[in-house]
């Protein structure tokens, strides 16, 4: 009955957080359990110091995506790749992944980059569907290489260290972005792109000092996370500190009469995610409680699967999840019940983390709710039919990037276990 009501209410497209919250509600009273325990672990679950990182981290992403950041790490990628074939896609590539190191969110970093690159590249010359498909695609990147929001909230849901998770996305994270720009190089050497004009050393060097101050940011920040100088949540305020301060003082994005209202921004969205994670977290607990979890691990390794078969079963359940659901969405719905068969298969948790995050990034370039798709739509006012013609050849490549990294778990947890000593 009540697994009949959860599905009811996503086929009648009710908000994902107004399903779980009520299907975990109508659960506990229908098993006669008071509700007061249901609201304390609630209030429980979110006493995280790791949760706390997640408002920092999404106030950091507006502050960069409104603050004229995005315009001076351009400027700068311009001046070292802009003479090569398809200059401004791979501008588009580099200013993502370098942009993605700072804010942790796909959507604000298609959408930082493609206000400022998709008229560029039309004046350009380049098709408008290539365009929108190379910042769809580049933007992705903002939830693979860290700091990473996905990576956080996978983290507290697997008891995970977020720093492993964070090092895990590296590797990954430069594989995609240097497949994303060898297609380009590719494509627009096919069509005939015209080169950009090459910047000149004097200029390029103005450009690069001028961008420096954003440039440091992941530097600081991330370099204080692994140095041990900060923890994950300080780290996460350090970003958002910083963050406000380039936007406002170093390239003025943002008026200083404007700050309050920026801020009010980045608190109604870190109030969504939050919301969504509290009501996912008591309905995970329902999950748990009611023994679901337990029962499908049972299912599963009764079926005499292989590791590897498990892992074809979950990527293809979690891209079809991601056609209908956003990001957090799915890693809150199905975590509760996919983590407890990672040790049955002997399925490193860092390794599945991130192949579960790169599942995500497609999620947000497939229809009908690719939220990186009605990003450049909306940027490009045009049907979102065209932006979909323009995604798919990225699709495929990050396809065949995903099934490398899930059998290749060495390619995720190679700088992990590095850093800090392989698992036993």
Request: hydrophobic share 60%.
């Amino acid at each position: 009955m009540i697994w009949a009501l959860f599905g009811g209410l996503l086929i009648l497209g009710v908000p994902i957080w107004l399903v779980m919250g009520s299907t975990a509600f109508l659960a506990f009273v229908s098993e006669g359990q008071a509700l007061l325990p249901m609201a304390q672990k609630i209030v429980d679950e979110l006493n995280s110091t790791t949760l706390l990182a997640v408002p920092y981290f999404v106030a950091a992403a507006v502050f960069m995506e409104r603050g004229n950041v995005a315009r001076a790490l351009i400027d700068a990628a311009e001046g070292w790749v802009g003479g090569i074939p398809g200059g401004l896609g791979l501008v588009c590539v580099a200013s993502c992944t370098v942009f993605a190191a700072m804010c942790g969110s796909s959507v604000a970093t298609a959408m930082a980059m493609g206000t400022v690159l998709v008229p560029a590249m039309l004046r350009a010359g380049y098709e408008r569907h290539f365009a929108a498909g190379i910042v769809a695609a580049s933007g992705t990147l903002g939830i693979l290489i860290p700091p990473s929001l996905a990576f956080v909230v996978y983290g507290v849901l697997a008891d995970e260290a977020i720093t492993r998770l964070f090092l895990a996305g590296v590797i990954p994270g430069l594989m995609q972005a240097g497949a994303i720009a060898a297609w380009v190089i590719y494509y627009a050497k096919r069509r005939g792109y015209a080169r950009e004009q090459r910047i000149e050393p004097g200029e390029r060097w103005r450009r690069t000092l001028f961008a420096l101050p954003a440039l440091s940011v992941p530097v600081i920040v991330l370099g204080g996370l692994y140095g041990g100088v900060v923890t994950l949540t300080e780290c996460a305020a350090l970003s958002a500190v910083v963050a406000l301060a380039l936007s406002v003082f170093v390239y003025k994005g943002i008026p200083p009469s404007q700050v309050l209202s920026v801020m009010a921004e980045a608190v109604r969205n870190a109030a969504a995610i939050m919301i969504i994670i509290a009501l996912a977290l008591i309905f995970g607990h329902w999950v748990t409680e009611a023994g679901v979890a337990t029962r499908v691990v049972n299912w599963a390794t009764g079926l005499g699967l292989e590791w590897w078969q498990f892992l074809i079963g979950i990527n293809l359940l979690l891209l079809f999840l991601g056609m209908f659901l956003e990001v957090f969405s799915v890693l809150l719905l199905t975590m509760p019940v996919l983590l407890p068969l990672l040790q049955p298969f002997d399925i490193d948790p860092v390794h599945f983390g991130v192949v579960a995050v790169m599942n995500m990034e497609l999620a947000l370039l497939t229809p009908p709710v690719g939220l990186n798709l009605f990003v450049l739509a909306g940027i490009l006012r045009c049907p979102l039919s065209e932006v979909v013609r323009g995604v798919w050849p990225f699709i495929v490549i990050m396809g065949l990037l995903l099934i490398l990294v899930t059998y290749v778990p060495a390619i995720a947890t190679f700088l992990p276990d590095l850093v800090y000593g392989a698992r036993r």
